[in-house]
């Protein structure tokens, strides 16, 4: 007998040194602009922020350890920072957008730049089938970083903390380099 597998779901999960995220966390509650104003809207812990060198120097990191696992380079296609207050969260969502087909990202992460205790967890939802669904809770650290399937929905659980929780998300194509 032999064992055939049909689906798998998988997420990489790094960390980068050297990042000054005092700073970065500064530029992203300092200079970010929120993407919608509705408190009610899905994305209105979303931040625009500018490009900048911490940023930089994450996301090169990040291409480059995902490069030793895959052999693939990550193209950038966005990015935006998440500032969530006391009992703000994220809503489950994915990625994936139907209205640009042809467009799509094939991964997503995230990088934890201001993290305090009680701020809340990042949680994977994936299918075990058409019926079953499953999760998996992701407990954020400052200078980690989790990539993961566009499609797959995920969500942020409350933050608890006094303090501010700052993350960068982005999506990147991947890029074969075989």
Known sequence: MKLNLLTHTSYLDGSVEGIDNEKLAHTCINEGVRNNEDPLFNRYEDFAIPINEEWNKIFEN????????????????????????????????NHFNTNEFQNQPNVSGVYYVQIPKGAGKLVLEYNINQYQTRTHSIEPVVGNFFIFDSTLDHYVTKNLSDDLRVAISFNAKVKNSK
């Open 62 to 93: 990040i291409q480059y350890q995902y490069k030793q696992i895959n052999q693939d380079e990550l193209e950038l296609m966005d990015y935006w920072a998440q500032l969530h207050r006391k009992y703000e969260s994220t809503n489950k969502h």
